[in-house]
């Protein structure tokens, strides 16, 4: 079913396949200078030169970064053993000077604590610790 056509419209108009635009032919395209594409190419190829250097040293930069961070953790990891190590080495020293010296494995400490008075004992040069000094208050 159909419309009737209103007054003063135009009439329908047939339809037709849709138009497909063709290229013109190779005789009416002026032919390119083959030094002007050769130029367009070397600047396209110019373009993507930087891009590229850009990256490479961007990946460059990040791959020290990398390489620095994993040297950090491995001595991190390796002076972390020594110095355990170390302490041990240190206590069973401790240990062996004491059992020689026959001296007590336990350390005096005041039950009041060491107070700090701010003044220090003069070196003497002597190895081996000196008893903390404690200052007396004049009686009133």
């Not at 002026?30 to 490479?56: C, M, V």
């Not at 990891?77 to 020689?100: C, F, G, Q």
Request: proline share 13%; glycine share 8%.
């Amino acid at each position: 079913m159909t419309n009737p056509p209103r007054p003063g419209a135009a009439p329908p108009r047939p339809q037709q396949p849709p138009r497909t635009r063709t290229q013109p032919p190779a005789q009416q395209r002026p032919p390119a200078d083959l030094a002007t594409r050769l130029d367009g190419q070397r600047g396209w190829l110019n373009e993507i030169d930087r891009s590229l250097k850009k990256r490479s040293i961007i990946a460059l930069v990040l791959t020290c970064l990398a390489v620095g961070a994993a040297a950090a953790a491995i001595y991190i990891s390796v002076t972390k053993n020594s110095d355990s190590d170390r302490i041990n080495a240190l206590e069973t020293r401790i240990e062996a000077l004491e059992v020689a010296s026959g001296a007590t494995t336990g350390t005096v400490v005041p039950e009041t604590g060491v107070p700090d008075t701010g003044t220090t004992l003069p070196d003497t040069g002597a190895t081996g610790t000196t008893a903390p000094v404690i200052p007396t208050t004049p009686a009133e």
